[in-house]
């Protein structure tokens, strides 16, 4: 898994004006209860659930995120159940509140997925269940093409570069370990139009009850 390389610098790239914008959505239209956090990454906004008083399943594709996940709650004394979870597998339990933070749905690869993931999400939220996410902007994505930063901190190059679907983007990350040895990894997103999304969620049943434009992406908030 991709990610499980970028575990350890992962928190460089998060932008907690996003996770404030969720909390604050999460304050003013969802009870304290259960909540699945999808894609938690290193777990900064499951951690801020678990404070509220949350209980809080936390789920990644990178087992090395999870890990540190669940060494941050045991560090703070908080339980929150870990798992590796796919957006696109049906889920087990039913939740009060669902959140799929910080790029999440781009990494779905088409509006059909998008489809399937939201109906899986849909179908695991208990009546009247939120779920809040958000996705990024086509000018934001189509804007990325040519990116090429060297983070010397981190000893990493990051270049991006336009995929072959409209409105996607490749991510290839070079990182040069200690040993001199190097590891390159690709990471996909692709978006769409706001519209689409909300077409999607109209189909699958969500009621829009709340947005948030950002510069580079647009937060979502929907009930069942």
Not at 51 to 71: C, F, K, P, W
Not at 168 to 178: C, D, G, Q, R, Y
Request: hydrophobic share 35%.
């Amino acid at each position: 898994m991709e990610y499980d390389y970028l575990a350890n610098f992962y928190d460089a790239f998060i932008d907690e004006e996003v996770y404030d914008q969720y909390l604050d959505f999460i304050n003013k239209y969802s009870s304290i209860g259960s909540v699945l956090d999808i894609g938690c990454g290193t777990g900064n906004l499951s951690l801020e659930l678990a404070r509220l008083g949350y209980d809080v399943v936390a789920t990644d594709l990178s087992e090395n995120m999870l890990h540190i996940v669940n060494q941050r709650a045991q560090e703070e004394g908080y339980k929150i159940e870990v798992g590796v979870y796919d957006l696109l597998d049906p889920i087990d339990y039913n939740f009060d509140l669902i959140v799929a933070s910080m790029d999440v749905i781009n990494h779905l690869s088409d509006l059909e997925d998008v489809e399937f993931g939201f109906t899986n999400i849909y179908n695991s939220l208990k009546s009247n269940g939120v779920f809040i996410f958000d996705v990024l902007s086509v000018d934001f994505i189509d804007a990325f093409d040519g990116y090429d930063e060297v983070d010397k901190e981190y000893n990493f190059r990051w270049k991006s570069e336009k995929g072959e679907k409209p409105h996607s983007i490749i991510h290839t990350i070079k990182l040069n370990n200690e040993d001199d040895e190097s590891q390159e990894i690709q990471i996909h997103e692709q978006t769409h139009e706001f519209i689409e999304y909300e077409k999607i969620l109209k189909n699958v049943g969500f009621s829009l009850i709340d947005t948030k434009t950002l510069p580079e992406r647009k937060i979502f908030v929907v009930q069942k």
